[in-house]
């Protein structure tokens, strides 16, 4: 392997590691299972010819998500997301109100999966709607759809609770 072509899997580990271990472990919900993932993910990026910087995050979450589902498929454990893997999942900002950050990750904790997966993806890996399409093999619109309905949804479920309150 060239000096070049380490240094940029070097780089790429480096910058993708922590949180394709938190993605796998949203859907896995085992810290030994994410990193295996994880870890078979970075095996097969060294396997492939070229490597574009520029575009390689969505092949990496896609060959993760696929890499957790296989391991899951092994053990015949499918788990759904809960709120203290997605919390783990986010940094939390210096300045943010705790209380609040809490209590939104519990309404998103009690939607869809895959409405679940598709936030994460967008507001706490910040990926755009394309790369999330392409990791998750489905159009950008859907991604448009999924996260409209789930953000409608959080809203109501916002209004809701206010009402009780």
């Avoid at 940029?8 to 910058?15: A, D, F, W, Y």
């Avoid at 993760?64 to 709120?83: G, H, V």
């Avoid at 939390?92 to 809490?102: G, I, L, R, Y």
Wanted: with cysteine; net charge negative; proline share 1%.
């Amino acid at each position: 392997m060239d000096d070049n072509r380490l240094e940029t899997i070097s780089r790429l580990v480096e910058g993708y590691s922590r949180r394709l271990v938190a993605y796998s472990r949203l859907i896995c919900r085992d810290a030994d299972l994410a990193r295996d993932a994880a870890s078979e993910t970075f095996l097969k990026l060294c396997e492939l010819d070229n490597i574009d910087e520029r575009s390689i995050g969505a092949w990496l979450y896609r060959t993760c998500r696929n890499q957790t589902i296989d391991i899951l498929r092994k053990r015949r454990f499918i788990a759904e997301f809960d709120e203290l893997q997605i919390s783990e999942l986010a940094e939390e900002p210096a300045n943010s109100d705790c209380m609040q950050k809490e209590y939104l990750l519990s309404l998103i904790s009690k939607l869809p999966q895959r409405q679940q997966e598709i936030l994460m993806l967008r507001y706490f890996s910040q990926l755009k709607y394309s790369e999330i399409a392409e990791a998750l093999d489905i159009s950008s619109a859907n991604v448009g759809v999924y996260i409209s309905r789930a953000l409608e949804t959080l809203k109501r479920q916002m209004q809701d609770e206010n009402r009780l309150h």
